[in-house]
């Protein structure tokens, strides 16, 4: 069993930064392909990006590509979504995930965590 736990969210002006984190317990995260997902009230969850078990490769879904990164430690079994130039429609609850390969697709991920919250100001 891998247990996540996203941490790094809160309230942030349009345009601004936040840095998500996602640290792992139980089994190291090295085999695992992390990736960020996020759900807005009364909406589905949707990908956001997604990384290779040892960082090579990432990706990202077209509406954050170029304003979001992600990152990971395998060493300190922690993954990282730095969001910069925040826009509204990222308000949403931000779920960290962990699965066998990459994919954009909810059910491709294995474990999950409980989410942090992202609220957007004008």
């Known amino acids: 069993q891998v247990h996540l736990v996203e941490s790094g969210g809160g309230l942030v002006q349009a345009g601004g930064s936040l840095r998500l984190s996602c640290v792992a317990s139980?089994?190291?995260?090295?085999?695992?392909?992390m990736a960020w997902f996020r759900q807005a009230p009364g909406k589905e969850r949707t990908f956001v990006s997604v990384i290779s078990w040892r960082g090579g490769s990432t990706y990202y879904a077209d509406s954050v590509k170029g304003r979001f990164t992600i990152s990971r430690d395998n060493d300190e079994n922690t993954v990282y979504l730095q969001m910069n130039s925040l826009k509204h429609e990222g308000a949403a609850l931000y779920y960290c995930?962990?699965?066998?390969?990459?994919?954009?697709?909810?059910?491709?991920?294995?474990?999950w965590g409980q989410g942090t919250q992202v609220a957007v100001s004008s």
């Open positions: 995930a962990a699965g066998a390969g990459i994919a954009r697709s909810i059910d491709a991920y294995e474990y």
């Open positions: 139980g089994r190291p995260i090295l085999p695992y392909v």
